[in-house]
């Protein structure tokens, strides 16, 4: 897994195809580009409230076919193992994303005026091979080992260009403030030195639990549940230890994203602990 992220940070079609399959740069089916197709994959993608909203943001915006495809990709939550979404974690400024939810990641309005994102590791002409470091989430997040092919990096970079006007839109480079550089599989290690002091910092806040549910239903209940397994464990199984629990959220842990400062703050994921370890002791 390792190696394979790296290639894909190297180059996201060329040693990737080498290394895995043939089909990763493959030219793809033609492309079924209706809003229908879209309503239908949020709806297999776990579209939440909010986003169930009838209202076609994107009538508002000219997709011509390319950026179409890149759409769906966007709203698609079956493109590797973990059934989530690009919409579940970013952003694209259309009323069905501006739902009250707050996402991993930042919002990809404005994303290709950027010259370089994941704290640098994709510029240059690495930032279109990979749809501006979008291949990283789809090998690591979603867990679709082969990133993104080269007509897919196309669609969604499409994509990026007919939503560049919507609200929202975030046009400097991001200084991701992680903690420290995710781990995305079990051979990796996290820097312990970086994330003591960050899990210290949350633990040490007392958490309001009233506040940590609306922290919850705003993040986590898209892909977690309290008592039932969802996209991602139950609270049941995965919060044994809710110093562990702090370190997932604001470092992440293999799929789970991790949460930067300027997302949630120390003071919200101590409020939703305190709401987890309430909802366990029930
Ligand atoms: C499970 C959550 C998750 C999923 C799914 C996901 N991402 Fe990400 N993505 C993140 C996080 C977290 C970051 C790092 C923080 C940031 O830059 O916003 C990130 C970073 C990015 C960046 C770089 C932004 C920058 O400035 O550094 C792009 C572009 C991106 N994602 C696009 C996509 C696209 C397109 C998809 C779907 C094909 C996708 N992501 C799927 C969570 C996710
Ligand atoms: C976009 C989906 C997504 C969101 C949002 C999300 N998680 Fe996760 N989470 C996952 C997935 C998937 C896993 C399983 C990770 C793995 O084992 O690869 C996970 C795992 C975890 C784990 C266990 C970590 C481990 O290593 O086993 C905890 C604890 C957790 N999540 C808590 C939370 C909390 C609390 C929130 C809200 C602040 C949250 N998650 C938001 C997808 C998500």
């Keep these: ?161 007919a939503i560049a006007s919507n609200p929202g839109a975030m046009t400097n480079n991001l200084s991701i403030k992680w903690v420290t550089k995710p781990v995305f599989s079990d051979d990796e290690d996290l820097d312990a030195k970086a994330v003591t002091p960050a899990v210290k910092a949350i633990m040490k806040l007392p958490g309001d639990p009233g506040k940590g549910q609306a922290v919850f239903q705003g993040t986590c209940i898209t892909c977690h549940e309290i008592e039932k397994k969802k996209i991602g464990p139950s609270m049941k199984d995965a919060a044994q230890d809710m110093n562990y629990v702090a370190q997932s959220i604001r470092c992440g842990s293999k799929a789970m994203p991790f949460f930067a400062k300027d997302i949630l703050s120390d003071q919200q994921i101590a409020d939703a602990i305190a709401y987890i370890q309430s909802s366990l002791n029930k």
């Design 1 to 161: 897994m390792k190696q394979i992220l790296r290639s894909i940070a190297l180059s996201s079609c060329v040693l990737s195809i080498s290394l895995l399959s043939l089909q990763s740069c493959k030219k793809e089916d033609k492309p079924q580009s209706t809003e229908q197709k879209v309503d239908s994959l949020m709806h297999q993608g776990g579209a939440q409230a909010g986003d169930t909203s009838k209202a076609a943001a994107s009538s508002a915006m000219t997709l011509n076919d390319k950026a179409k495809k890149g759409q769906m990709l966007f709203y698609n939550a079956s493109l590797g193992k973990i059934k989530a979404s690009c919409a579940m974690c970013h952003s694209d400024g259309t009323e069905r994303t501006k739902d009250g939810r707050i996402r991993s990641g930042h919002t990809l309005v404005g994303v290709s005026s950027r010259t370089e994102t994941w704290n640098g590791m994709f510029k240059g002409d690495k930032l279109k091979s990979t749809a501006y470091g979008a291949s990283f989430c789809v090998a690591g997040f979603q867990e679709r080992p082969t990133g993104l092919s080269a007509d897919e990096a196309e669609s969604l970079n499409e994509y990026y260009a």
